[in-house]
């Protein structure tokens, strides 16, 4: 049970928070059995590349796997709408699936993005909605739904302010279950409490399942967290367990769990903290709670040792309550290279006399700090040797993007193939093509087994700033007409923009612009662009509309 409280820990990230949210019910009553999402991915998009003023836009993908003989589709994206400011940012797509039966593609779901800005793709809210396939139509519910608020907690990370996941029987066409967290905030910056629901199937009803609550001290560093669950009986939420924190110039020093009896809050678990003076993690000790003794015990402290701020040993020690003493049991050592990359970490236990070798890991790296190499051996206690074990071996192109990584493993002989990912990339660094392949040790050759190809578009994107820079000043020259206002731009307080004839056809506040000057309806010819700043400073540049 006391894992779920991993995602009040400091520094956690959202996917930790997703991944014990998500759990949360596993843990109490097994009752969900659902794919815990990738929150990361969620958080930022990677669709839109900008080259000098030419923006390239992810518009679809198509996954296919390999029959022995032909590539079949299996799954495509298609990009249906764009929010169009200063990247043309992807909000809506429409996936689909191969119906190898009726040989067609059929509808699968529905996937919109809304961004907090027209410039980065970090995403504020991402729904999904199943299409139905006996009305035609996307159903009316999202079957998942994150909306994020534009702050990351020192405590919490990411924040959200909505949260649903439910589980889609596309054959039937039914919600099979489902959860929804109801958050509310605690000066905008905190969570209060959210409440945890669950969907019943079948009346389609939210059905309250838990609240988890906090509470903070008065410089807003959590104390206590509180898990009550619904009771039924009683119509109301119930004790279940909680949390005390103690934190110290912004680390959290200290964490009792508790859990409920009945009657009473009965300790469990203690953890203490140290830390260097630069802040990095020293000690870590769980200690139990004796109910003989009434009183904590120790249980198990890992320590860290650093080097320059990086970590040399991990050392994992447990209480020997007869010795009155901490034993050690395990331990993993990191080496550096001067840039701070990881060149090794050995596993070693320990067995009352000596540190014995079980395994290690090594990485080589390229001059731009990539890894080439990363091996994993065994140790033979036999003959006090290490065993080759598997190796990754990463390829790159000459604008460094992974192109290569190919896995073996060693049979006490020779390297021997096991996968291979591919990537393709065209002049721009957009990936084209992802290929996955299997190594056939009848035939020694590779197999293909699935593959995804990534289309683009472009269209151009030219700022402000880009015309003002006279190093790019004419490129793209000719423009299409359309240039783009970016937030940085609005350091200058007035835009005139004149033709070639000297008319005037733009003369405004900076304030008063759109993302996109349209130049193109004013017609084709030679523009001449004005920027003022408060001391009526001015900068200028032309540029040509075909």
């Not at 206590?224 to 912004?250: C, D, H, M, P, T």
Request: charged share 20%; net charge negative.
């Amino acid at each position: 049970m006391r894992n779920i409280y991993i995602f009040v820990e400091k520094n956690m990230n959202t996917k930790s928070l997703l991944f014990a949210l998500l759990l949360f019910p596993l843990f109490l009553a097994a009752q969900i059995n659902t794919e815990m999402p990738d929150v990361d991915k969620h958080i930022r998009t990677d669709y839109v590349k900008s080259t000098m003023g030419i923006v390239q836009v992810l518009d679809s993908t198509i996954e296919y796997t390999f029959d022995g003989t032909e590539w079949d589709s299996i799954e495509k994206k298609c990009i249906v709408s764009r929010h169009w400011g200063t990247q043309g940012l992807p909000n809506e797509w429409s996936i689909f699936t191969y119906n190898t039966v009726e040989n067609r593609w059929d509808y699968k779901f529905y996937l919109h993005y809304t961004y907090f800005s027209d410039t980065a793709e970090v995403v504020k809210e991402h729904l999904e909605k199943p299409f139905n396939s006996n009305t035609l139509s996307l159903e009316q519910d999202s079957f998942r739904y994150y909306k994020y608020i534009d702050y990351n907690s020192q405590q919490f990370g990411q924040m959200l302010s909505n949260l649903i996941y439910m589980d889609y029987d596309f054959n039937t066409c039914n919600y099979t279950g489902g959860m929804k967290y109801c958050f509310s905030m605690y000066n905008d910056t905190l969570y209060d409490e959210y409440v945890y629901k669950m969907l019943n199937p079948s009346t389609g009803i939210w059905e309250n399942y838990a609240s988890i609550s906090f509470s903070y001290d008065q410089n807003n560093y959590l104390q206590k967290q509180l898990i009550r669950i619904w009771s039924s009986s009683e119509n109301a939420y119930v004790n279940f367990e909680q949390n005390y924190f103690a934190f110290q110039n912004g680390r959290m020093i200290q964490k009792v769990y508790q859990a409920w009896n009945g009657s009473s809050w009965v300790n469990i678990d203690k953890y203490i903290n140290t830390y260097s003076a630069s802040g990095l993690i020293s000690t870590e000790i769980r200690q139990e709670w004796d109910l003989i003794a009434m009183d904590w015990i120790n249980a198990t402290l890992r320590t860290h040792t650093y080097s320059a701020g990086l970590e040399t040993e991990n050392l994992y020690q447990t209480w020997d309550d007869m010795l009155q003493s901490w034993q050690n049991m395990n331990r993993n050592t990191f080496t550096y290279d001067v840039n701070s990359n990881m060149l090794t970490k050995n596993y070693e236990t320990y067995d009352g006399v000596q540190w014995n070798n079980v395994d290690r890991y090594i990485w080589t790296y390229n001059g731009n700090n990539q890894v080439t190499l990363e091996k994993y051996d065994l140790w033979d206690v036999s003959l006090s040797v290490w065993n080759d074990g598997s190796k990754d071996i990463f390829t790159y192109d000459g604008n460094f993007n992974l192109t290569q990584e190919l896995v073996q493993i060693w049979d006490g002989a020779a390297w021997n193939n096991v996968e291979k990912y591919e990537y393709t990339f065209d002049v721009n660094n957009n990936k084209t093509q992802y290929l996955f392949s299997a190594w056939n040790d009848v035939s020694l050759s590779w197999d293909w087994i699935n593959k995804t190809e990534y289309y683009y578009s472009e269209f151009d994107a030219t700022t402000i700033n880009d015309i003002m820079n006279r190093s790019i000043s004419v490129f793209p020259n000719p423009t299409n007409g359309y240039i783009s206002i970016r937030p940085s731009d609005k350091v200058f307080k007035w835009i005139q923009i004149t033709d070639a004839a000297g008319r005037v056809v733009i003369d405004k506040h900076m304030s008063e612009t759109t993302s996109i000057i349209d130049l193109k309806q004013y017609g084709s010819g030679l523009y001449n662009i004005c920027l003022f700043d408060d001391g009526g400073n001015a900068v200028s540049s032309k540029v040509i509309v075909q």
